[in-house]
Each structure stands twice: as structure tokens, then as C-alpha cells.
């Protein structure tokens, strides 16, 4: 059974419509992670949670935001997507910061 | 800045060929090196976990290895079902999971 689901496994926006994509765990980990991958690209981290601690990475645009409502659900907003915002968005989740982390099937968000 | 660098960025065998995969990182204090498996269009799929140099971990064809520098991923007598992108991940001091290209392997049957 997957431990991470993903909804939903493709998207497909209007150039500045926000939109937003949603993850959720069956383990109660307490991080959850957000990564943006680009075709042939390495996975790049937008936010992480250790349980409700926020941590946004210098480099995510300010359009993205993320909520974490519970332990179990998490939630990314795009608010006004660009053409450069289409991606394979990955979220995943982990016991600690240093231990293995598991991911869900993604999302394909294509923004048209 | 915790950095990743794997190579070859591709590589293609011959079915039943082995080969090494290699992962380079410079992090401040590893805390641990991570292999991962994605398929095309699919999550990556949580291979090894290594936590100190000179650790290895096994599973099936492959087999992982870990040095300060370096790790490498072993493929023994590999078949076609195992193409796919392997991705090579670390944490540092930083406390973030830091990822590298990845090499993209194909297996011809």
C-alpha cells in the first residue's frame, strides 16, 4: 500500500491560475518534504516540515507557499503559476531530517 | 553548500555486463548517503541508506558502497527491468536531502 499519496497525478493550469496540489501519509512521519523535479533534472527542495517547523529554501520563488494543516496532509500553492512552473512536484516523507525518505507517485502539473 | 555530483550521466549495457555507478558529495558532517531508483514519470523509490564509511548494503543485483568521498552503486549481472534513473541523495550538517543528477542506465537485452 503506498505510503504517500499524491493528488492528483497530473494537473493542468491556466497561466496565473493558482492552484494547488495535495499529499498525504498513512506513517505519521514528521517531516514532509516538497521537491520540484524538471525533465532530466535533479529533484530541487522547495520546503520542508519537521512536524508544524517550516523550512523554506532561499531559492523558492515566493509564489510557492505550503501548509501543513496536520501531520498527515500537506499542501502546495502556486499562486500565480508561469509557463517556467510546469514540473513533476514530489512530496515526500521521513522519520527524521537524516533518515531515508520516501515519495510519492507525483504530480505532473502542466500550466497552459 | 552540500553538492552531489554523479557519473556517468548515462550509461548503456549489454544485458548480463555489470558495472559501477558513481555518486562524488561534499557536505559538512554526512549524516547520511541515500540510492534511489526512478522509473520515467514515477517518484523515486528508496533503494540504501549508508551512514558511514566503509559500509556496504546489498539488494538483489545491486550493492552500495560508501567512502568520505564517494559512494559507489555495483550492478551485477543486471537485466533490462533494471533501466531506470538512479539518484544519489545526501544530508549534511544542514540537515536538508540533497540530490545529484542522477545517471539514466539502460540495459539491452
Known amino acids: 500500500d503506498a505510503m504517500v499519496i499524491q493528488n492528483p497525478r497530473y494537473q493542468v493550469t491556466q497561466f496565473g491560475k493558482p492552484v494547488t496540489l495535495s499529499c498525504s501519509q498513512t506513517?505519521?512521519?514528521?517531516?514532509m518534504y516538497w521537491y520540484q523535479q524538471k525533465s532530466s533534472q535533479a529533484p530541487k527542495l522547495l520546503f520542508h516540515?519537521?512536524?508544524?517547523?517550516?523550512?523554506n529554501e532561499a531559492d523558492t520563488p515566493d509564489n510557492f507557499q505550503s501548509r501543513r494543516p496536520n501531520t498527515s496532509f500537506c499542501f502546495l500553492d502556486i499562486r500565480s503559476p508561469g509557463l517556467g512552473d510546469a514540473a513533476m512536484y514530489l512530496c515526500?516523507?521521513?522519520?527524521?531530517?537524516?533518515?531515508?525518505?520516501?515519495f510519492g507517485q507525483g504530480t505532473r502539473l502542466t500550466v497552459v | 553548500e552540500d553538492q552531489v555530483t554523479q557519473s556517468p550521466e548515462a550509461l548503456r549495457l549489454q544485458e548480463g555486463e555489470s558495472s559501477s555507478l558513481n555518486c562524488s558529495y561534499t557536505v559538512s558532517g554526512l549524516r547520511g548517503l541515500f540510492w534511489y531508483r526512478q522509473d520515467p514519470g514515477k517518484g523515486p523509490e528508496f533503494l540504501f541508506t549508508?551512514?558511514?564509511a566503509g559500509e556496504e548494503k546489498e539488494k538483489e543485483r545491486l550493492k552500495a558502497t560508501l567512502t568520505k568521498k564517494e559512494s559507489f552503486l555495483h550492478i551485477t549481472a543486471p537485466k533490462p527491468e533494471d533501466s531506470a534513473t538512479y539518484l544519489c541523495?545526501?544530508?549534511?550538517?544542514?540537515?536538508?536531502?540533497?540530490f545529484g543528477q542522477g545517471t539514466r542506465l539502460t540495459i539491452n537485452p
Open positions: 506513517l505519521n512521519h514528521n517531516v
Open positions: 515526500a516523507i521521513g522519520r527524521k531530517l537524516d533518515t531515508e525518505a520516501f
Open positions: 516540515y519537521y512536524d508544524k517547523d517550516f523550512n
Open positions: 541523495a545526501v544530508v549534511g550538517g544542514a540537515q536538508k536531502l540533497v
Open positions: 549508508l551512514y558511514s
